[in-house]
């Protein structure tokens, strides 16, 4: 079976690693193995915590982060406001996103990174005054503006880059 | 050990699942020299300096061309030529092509260059080109040094064409610019051929390192007349090769026979790991281990006298059910092509900005910068981020971020650094 490119809907050899056309990872097309989801319990790098449940009730859409470079999908089902950022227990910071297991230190993300948020049925995103920046399709946000997030957006927290895929 | 070339090689994926289609498949060979290559004889250099001496290079870059070009006067032995050739709007023989016997002399030379006038790079080539063909020597490197800050005035095509006739007679191109302000497009050109390469010098304090880290090259080659010919199984293709060590470049092939692809490759140097990548597709194949690849790396060894010496490797590939194989990809095949995407990239994007479209750069530009990042070549990356953001902005890239994008994406910028990433 051929691959579509989810970024620009070309054809591509099966096994391609990054689009030809247009130079997107279609890493997590072919890495099945490291896919994974937030909760889910296989969590190879021992790596992400269940989201608080309080938090997930069904909203009826569902957001995935794809982290570019590990292939690792977080599944997302936001009610209410998550916190993308690092887990520090010493300063009490638990966020509902922890990119830390994701090489989030060296990658810059902040503790406190930024926010994902459900409204008015469109995903939104909001930069919390991060150290190092949180971008979407590569523009780097103004902290504390929210901007609306769509499928096949390249969500990005200091060099930590994401691929945001929505579902209804 | 007899000297020689070794290659490993190494498959992004070790074992594809059974498929009816096509699939696609890199495969990475690194070539290391075998045996004892630091003791065979070192070649004879025959090497002649182009310096662009107009008004532009007073000053700074011009002394520190001047420090370099007397260490490498230092360095040569007894047994290489130098010449030096400089060009404003006329060009001059300062060093006639000889023997390194007189040193002070050669440096007395050196130091009589002032800057002055405008920029006529044909002028200085087509002395060069003289000169360097003036010894009568039987083996060894010949190889013109061009430095330039500027731009030359409607000689481009001649400079070409002379650089196109060094490289048929065996005579390598390496062309310096320093600063900003040189045609980068000219440049590459002339140097689009093997033993040939373009860098990109930000400030005049590289000079000297670049310099040493060129003639430090030069004089590690122990083999020449380097060709690898890439043999595919029936239904297979070879997609592309590129060059990713020491430096990023595109291979041409050409498949000279059924199946049968072919490729002329540089002088090989004893100071740099060379690799390549290959872009491969592999037919619909049943569970089992078949071959997949027959390659053929044919070469001379100068120093020992040896001619037509061939290293063969046959790759094979595993096919196993699709329940049976779990995808792991190769963490260095994956740095690689996504230095060689961001490479890729990033030379389409110029050629969207030549075209007028300027969105269509930009985003090529993020996409590059993401491969970038995630090669973690991340202060290059910002720089691919700037750009793309400056393009939308002010519809136009700056001189000096398109340069550093240019030869910083293939490794090609400053005095450069050995990647100690994907080894």
Redesign the interface.
């Known amino acids: 079976m051929a691959i579509i490119c989810p970024h620009c809907q070309t054809n591509q050899f099966d096994g391609t690693i990054f689009c030809l056309e247009c130079g997107a990872s279609l890493l997590d097309e072919l890495a099945q193995e490291s896919t994974r989801q937030i909760g889910a319990g296989s969590t190879p790098t021992g790596g992400l915590p269940a989201l608080n449940p309080s938090k997930t009730a069904s909203i009826g859409v569902a957001i995935t982060l794809v982290v570019v470079q590990s292939g690792t999908r977080l599944r997302l089902d936001p009610a209410e406001q998550l916190l993308i950022g690092r887990k520090d227990p010493a300063k009490g910071i638990y966020p509902d996103i922890d990119l830390g297991p994701e090489g989030g230190y060296d990658a810059g993300v902040s503790r406190k990174h930024a926010i994902l948020s459900h409204r008015q049925g469109r995903f939104v995103v909001e930069d919390l005054g991060s150290a190092n920046g949180t971008f979407v399709n590569g523009k780097r946000l103004e902290p504390q503006t929210p901007i609306p997030l769509r499928s096949k957006d390249e969500l990005r927290c200091g060099t930590l880059a994401l691929r945001v895929e929505v579902e209804a | 050990m007899n000297p020689g070339i070794g290659l490993q090689r190494t498959l992004?994926?070790a074992v594809?699942a059974e498929?009816t289609?096509?699939?696609?498949?890199?495969l990475l060979l690194d070539a290391t020299p075998e045996g004892a290559i630091a003791q065979l004889p070192k070649l004879p250099l025959n090497l002649c300096l182009v310096v662009d001496r107009s008004s532009s290079m007073r000053g700074d870059r011009l002394n520190q061309v001047k420090e370099a070009a007397g260490r490498i006067i230092d360095q040569l032995g007894q047994n290489d030529y130098f010449s030096l050739v400089t060009f404003n709007d006329r060009a001059e023989t300062v060093i006639s092509a000889q023997r390194v016997t007189n040193r002070a002399d050669l440096k007395q030379g050196v130091a009589r260059i002032e800057a002055a006038g405008g920029t006529e790079m044909a002028r200085g080539m087509a002395l060069a080109l003289q000169e360097i063909q003036r010894p009568l020597i039987s083996r060894g490197i010949s190889r013109i040094m061009l430095l330039t800050d500027g731009r030359t005035y409607g000689d481009d095509g001649t400079c070409v064409e002379i650089a196109r006739r060094a490289q048929s007679r065996g005579i390598g191109l390496t062309a310096l610019g320093i600063g900003t302000e040189w045609n980068e497009d000219l440049l590459e050109t002339m140097t689009a051929s093997e033993n040939s390469h373009t860098q990109y010098i930000a400030s005049a304090q590289e000079v000297t390192t670049v310099f040493a880290e060129e003639l430090k090259r030069m004089y590690s080659v122990f083999a020449q007349h380097v060709r690898l010919s890439i043999t595919m199984r029936p239904g297979g293709m070879l997609r592309s090769l590129d060059q990713v060590r020491p430096f990023l470049a595109t291979v041409p092939v050409t498949e000279k026979t059924d199946l049968n692809w072919s490729a002329t490759l540089a002088d090989w140097t004893g100071a740099d790991l060379q690799a390549f990548l290959l872009e491969i597709?592999?037919p619909p194949l049943t569970s089992g281990d078949h071959p997949l690849v027959k390659v053929v790396l044919h070469y001379d060894l100068p120093g020992a006298n040896l001619k037509d010496q061939t290293r063969e490797e046959v790759v094979r590939i595993s096919i196993r059910p699709p329940d049976q194989v779990?995808?792991?990809?190769d963490s260095t095949v994956?740095y690689w092509?996504?230095r060689l995407?961001?490479y890729?990239?990033q030379a389409r994007a110029w050629k969207d900005v030549e075209a007028g479209r300027m969105n269509e750069a930009s985003?090529?530009l993020?996409?590059?910068?993401?491969?970038l990042?995630?090669a973690g070549e991340?202060q290059l990356?910002h720089t691919v981020?700037e750009e793309?953001?400056r393009m939308l902005s002010g519809g136009s890239a700056s001189e000096e971020g398109r340069k550093r994008i240019k030869f910083g994406t293939r490794g090609l910028m400053g005095p450069t650094e050995e990647h100690a990433k994907g080894t």
Do not use: N
Not at chain 2, 326 to 329: A, D, S
Not at chain 2, 366 to 371: C, D, K, Q, S, Y
């Open positions: 992004s994926c594809l498929s289609e096509p699939q696609l498949i890199y597709v592999v779990t995808r792991q990809l994956k092509l996504e995407m961001a890729r990239l985003d090529r993020r996409m590059a910068g993401t491969r990042f995630g991340v990356a981020e793309a953001s």
